[in-house]
C-alpha cells in the first residue's frame, strides 16, 4: 500500500509539472509533450536521461534532417516563444555547419513560414526568442535540425517554451525604454544614455552594443 500511494503521489507530480507547461513548449524532462519527429525525416532523439532532444553524426550523416512537429496551436494574442538550443561542430573551420531551422504551418496553407535560422555553434545552450503574431487561424511550430560537415556535430533542444505576451528584449539603441517602465521614485530612475549627444545623466563612456560612444545604453 505504501508503495502503490508513492506511486501515485509521483504520477501526480509529473502531472502537476506537465500542466504547468503552456501549450507549445516542452521541457523534454520524460517526452517530448506532443511534439512529434516527422516520419518522411530523421527522428530527433529524447536523451535517456531526459532533459534535451538531439540530432548527431551517430545516426544521421551530412545533409541529412530531422523535423519535429507540434500539435495544433492557436494564438489570439501575441506569444513569445524561447528556445534554448546548442549546435556542436568538430575543432577547426567547417565550411557547411549544421543549422537550426524554426518555421510556423497555418492551417490550409500549403507552405512553412520561415521564422528564424542559425548555424551559430557554441560550447553552451543558446536562447533565442521570437515574438508570434496573434492569429485567428490554428497553426504548428517545425522544428528543422540540418547536420552539417564533421564527424562530431551535433543538434540539441533543451527547452522549448511559448508564453503569452511579448518577447522583451531590449538594446535601447532606439532611445527609449522598449515598453519597461520606471517605478515611481523621487530620487532614482532609469534613462537611456550615450549616442554622440551625451546624456547628462550618464558617465559610462561607450555603449556594449557597438563598443564606441556612439550606442546608447
Known amino acids: 500500500m ?7 503521489v509521483v504520477q501526480a507530480l509529473q502531472l502537476a509539472n506537465a500542466l504547468d ?16 519527429s516527422v516520419f518522411a525525416f530523421l527522428p530527433w532523439i529524447l536523451n535517456e536521461e531526459g532533459h534535451y532532444v538531439y540530432m548527431d553524426t551517430s545516426f544521421a550523416r551530412q545533409g541529412e534532417k530531422a523535423v519535429l512537429l507540434s500539435s495544433d496551436l492557436q494564438a489570439e494574442e501575441w506569444n513569445c516563444l524561447r528556445l534554448v538550443y546548442q549546435i556542436t561542430t568538430p575543432p577547426g573551420s567547417v565550411s557547411d555547419p549544421s543549422q537550426l531551422n524554426l518555421y510556423v504551418r497555418f492551417e490550409d496553407e500549403s507552405f512553412d513560414r520561415l521564422l528564424w535560422s542559425t548555424k551559430e555553434p557554441s560550447d553552451s545552450w543558446l536562447i533565442a526568442s521570437l515574438d508570434l503574431q ?3 487561424k490554428k ?6 535540425g540540418v547536420l552539417g560537415q564533421g564527424n562530431t ?4 533542444l533543451f527547452e522549448i517554451k511559448m508564453t503569452a505576451g511579448y518577447c522583451i528584449e531590449c538594446d535601447f539603441e532606439e532611445n527609449h525604454l522598449c515598453g519597461f517602465v520606471n517605478r515611481w521614485n523621487p530620487n532614482v530612475n532609469w534613462f537611456v544614455g550615450g549616442g554622440t549627444a551625451k546624456n547628462t545623466h550618464s558617465i559610462l563612456p561607450q555603449d556594449h552594443t557597438f563598443r564606441s560612444e556612439h550606442g546608447y545604453f
Open 153 to 156: 556535430a551535433s543538434i540539441a
Open 21 to 36: 507547461l503552456p501549450a507549445g513548449s516542452c521541457a523534454f524532462e520524460e517526452d517530448t509533450c506532443g511534439f512529434d
Open 134 to 136: 496573434n492569429s485567428s
Open 2 to 8: 505504501l508503495l502503490e500511494g508513492v506511486l501515485l
Open 139 to 144: 497553426f504548428k511550430i517545425l522544428i528543422e
